[in-house]
Structures are given as structure tokens and as C-alpha cells.
């Protein structure tokens, strides 16, 4: 049985991931998180959760060594795609920096180092064209979020050009669904449901035309499971998500359709780092693992039913 810890697992991919993984006794699941990080995602999940810090890189090697540990899992990130230099500068020295050295250890070790890149903020933009990236295509990331994205896949593939290290990067676009924050600063779906179950309007930047592609949770979280738990699947990146892309237009007139509330919506100026239009090719990922992702709309209105139910 697979021994994988998730760096950061306890969020709202993590604990989507852990949910899989635990399906069929596919793998032994450890979490490390800071004593200040909440648990109530995990549930009564039969997973050890290990109290840490990222920045102390002896309490990680310790709880990799004595777990005995072959597939670490990296989902930490304390920036969001509108966040700032100084934001990003943090980032950088509780983050990116140990993350580094924390690849090192896993190369000696022989043990796979799993990140969750963005493949929302990496590519860069297409300037109005609607045209799937592939994971071979340029990265130009135009925001500090996924510049730092961009930095730790360069690391990545560093490490394994020099130190032959064992990699999987994951490029997911714009998750959503069951247990995700419905009044963060981002996520369009979860954040627009938040307004709206409040009685408040909808904030867009710009006109509304900018098109991104969007992946129910639980399709993520079995596409990774499935990747996790494939031997075959090692030194490889690989975009995940639905590869059609929606309009925050469009999405707004299916929330309409599929909620009982009124839906108001409030036009304001568009930020220098969004870009026009990310839509992800996942052919590469079909051909690795079975990947067959809901209708959008049909998992807008289960989100909606599990807000509802006050899942």
C-alpha cells in the first residue's frame, strides 16, 4: 500500500483528494498541517495528521522517515492570483525556498514529489483567443501567483535534470464545488453563490467575456487519486480540468437557472492581472487515467443543492 503525505491536505483540494484516495484502501494517508489550520474538511477520515511547519524542514524529513513516506504531495500556497509583491516576497521565504530544499530530500530519498501548479495563471494569456493550452506550451504568467507557480515547476524540473528527482506537476484549472469557501476572494462559482445566498451582487471585473475553464472537486479529486496511486504516471505534468471554456457571463446565467434566489450583478473596472481567456487541452491526461468530468451546469446545481443542505 502507497504511503502518501499531503503537504496542506486538510484544505479543499487536499481533503477532496484524501476523500478518493481512501476509497478501495488505495493508500495510507498522512497530513501535515500547522497547529493554526483546521481539520473540519477531514471529518472522521482515517488519516494521521501531523502537526508542522512547511519552513521546518527537520520536523518534515523526520515525519517522512519515520512514516516511511514514498510520495509526498505539495499544496501549499498562501497567494491568490490578485496578491501583491510584498505578498509574494513572504511567499518566497515560508514557501517556495524550503519547498526547494524539501525536492532535495525527496531526490535522496527516492521518493516522488507530487505539486499543484495553476494551469489557470502559468500559461499566460491568449490575448481574446480561445485556444486550449497544452503543458508543452510557454508559461508567461502575468501575476506575482503564478509567477511563484511558474518558479517551483522550474525547480521542479531542475531538481530532476540535476538530482533525478521523481516528479508529478499538476496543472488544475479553476475547481469548485462541496466544502469551498463561499466568501474567500476567490473561486467565481463559490464566491458568486456567496453573494447571492446573501442578497448582495455579484462583483465582476470588466464585462464579463473573460472565459475560463472550471472542474467540479470531485473530478479533480479522483483524476488525482488516480494519478497518485498510478506507478506508471512519474516525471510528467499534466493539465486537469474540464477543457471547455465559460464565460463569468455564461456562469452567471447558469447560477440563474439553477438557483431560487435573485441574482444581482455589479460591473467593476478589470485588474491588470486577469487575463482574457485559459481553457485547458487534457488529452494528455485522458490518455493516462479514465477522465470523463460532469456537465458544468449539472455540478453547479449539486453544489448549490449541498450549499443549501448546509453540506
Known amino acids: 500500500m502507497k504511503k502518501i503525505l499531503l503537504i496542506g491536505g486538510a484544505g479543499f483540494i487536499g481533503?477532496?483528494?484524501?476523500?478518493?484516495?481512501?476509497?478501495?484502501?488505495?493508500?495510507?494517508?498522512f497530513v501535515m498541517e500547522p497547529e493554526s489550520a483546521s481539520l473540519y474538511r477531514l471529518g472522521c477520515s482515517p488519516v494521521t495528521v501531523i502537526r508542522g511547519e512547511l519552513s521546518n524542514l527537520d520536523d518534515v524529513k523526520t515525519i517522512i522517515l519515520e512514516n516511511k513516506?514514498?510520495?509526498v504531495v505539495h499544496l501549499v500556497s498562501t497567494l491568490i492570483p490578485?496578491?501583491?509583491?510584498?505578498?509574494?516576497?513572504?511567499?518566497?521565504?515560508?514557501?517556495?525556498?524550503?519547498?526547494?530544499?524539501?525536492?532535495?530530500?525527496?531526490?535522496?530519498?527516492?521518493?516522488k514529489f507530487v505539486f499543484f501548479s495553476s494551469g489557470g495563471t502559468v500559461y499566460g494569456d491568449r490575448k481574446g483567443?480561445?485556444?486550449?493550452?497544452?503543458e508543452d506550451d510557454p508559461m508567461a504568467p502575468i501575476s506575482f501567483y503564478g509567477w511563484s507557480k511558474q518558479m517551483m515547476e522550474n525547480s521542479i524540473l531542475f531538481m530532476h535534470r540535476t538530482q533525478k528527482l521523481k516528479y508529478v506537476i499538476v496543472r488544475p484549472s479553476n475547481p469548485?464545488?462541496?466544502?469551498?469557501?463561499?466568501?474567500?476572494?476567490?473561486?467565481?462559482?463559490?464566491?458568486?453563490?456567496?453573494?447571492?445566498?446573501?442578497?448582495?451582487?455579484?462583483?465582476?471585473?470588466?464585462?464579463?467575456?473573460?472565459?475560463?475553464?472550471?472542474?467540479?472537486?470531485?473530478?479533480?479529486?479522483?483524476?488525482?487519486?488516480?494519478?497518485?496511486?498510478?506507478?506508471s504516471?512519474?516525471?510528467?505534468?499534466?493539465?486537469?480540468?474540464?477543457?471547455?471554456?465559460?464565460?463569468?457571463?455564461?456562469?452567471?446565467?447558469?447560477?440563474?437557472?439553477?438557483?431560487?434566489?435573485?441574482?444581482k450583478v455589479e460591473h467593476v473596472a478589470s485588474r491588470q492581472m486577469d487575463v482574457s481567456s485559459v481553457v485547458?487541452?487534457?488529452?494528455?491526461?485522458?490518455?493516462?487515467?479514465?477522465?470523463?468530468?460532469r456537465d458544468i451546469k449539472e455540478a453547479?446545481?449539486?453544489?448549490?443543492?449541498d450549499v443549501k443542505n448546509g453540506a
Open 300 to 305: 453547479i446545481a449539486r453544489f448549490y443543492k
Open 69 to 71: 513516506v514514498d510520495t
Open 129 to 134: 483567443e480561445v485556444v486550449p493550452f497544452k
Open 280 to 293: 485547458l487541452n487534457t488529452e494528455k491526461l485522458r490518455g493516462r487515467i479514465s477522465f470523463h468530468p
Open 176 to 231: 469548485f464545488g462541496k466544502s469551498q469557501n463561499l466568501y474567500g476572494k476567490q473561486g467565481l462559482i463559490a464566491v458568486a453563490l456567496g453573494k447571492i445566498l446573501a442578497g448582495e451582487a455579484i462583483q465582476v471585473w470588466g464585462d464579463g467575456s473573460a472565459v475560463r475553464d472550471y472542474i467540479y472537486i470531485d473530478d479533480l479529486g479522483r483524476a488525482v487519486a488516480d494519478i497518485l496511486t498510478d506507478e
Open 82 to 111: 490578485g496578491s501583491t509583491f510584498d505578498e509574494y516576497q513572504r511567499e518566497y521565504i515560508d514557501v517556495l525556498y524550503p519547498t526547494v530544499r524539501l525536492m532535495e530530500f525527496c531526490s535522496e530519498q527516492d521518493i
Open 233 to 263: 504516471i512519474v516525471n510528467e505534468t499534466l493539465n486537469i480540468g474540464s477543457g471547455i471554456g465559460y464565460s463569468i457571463n455564461e456562469i452567471i446565467e447558469m447560477l440563474r437557472s439553477v438557483v431560487e434566489e435573485d441574482v
Open 15 to 29: 481533503s477532496n483528494i484524501i476523500s478518493h484516495l481512501l476509497e478501495g484502501d488505495k493508500a495510507k494517508v
